[in-house]
């Protein structure tokens, strides 16, 4: 939960690379994304496969993950994720 914290608006990192910082596996990072119970506070769409966007379990699935990493990057585009 910490690392996918940490991760800031706009950006993704693989559950690779999120393993990696924990010295876990990929597989962990995807289970504990899909038991995050807050996922907009504790941003794990934000957390995604190395050559596709995983999963999403949250209602809207992995449609609503790709919502709000277009309007993530659209934010930071724009300078309006500032506010």
């Not at 995807?30 to 769409?45: I, K, S, T, Y």
């Not at 934000?46 to 609503?64: E, P, T």
């Amino acid at each position: 939960m910490r690392v996918m914290a940490s991760i800031p608006h706009g950006e993704t990192r693989t559950y690779g690379e999120v393993a990696a910082e924990l010295d876990s596996h990929a597989v962990a990072v995807g289970q504990a994304c899909g038991r995050n119970p807050v996922p907009l506070v504790v941003p794990c769409h934000r957390v995604v496969g190395a050559d596709s966007l995983g999963g999403f379990s949250a209602a809207g699935g992995v449609d609503l993950k790709r919502a709000l990493l277009d309007h993530e990057r659209g934010a930071v585009q724009t300078g309006l994720d500032a506010f």
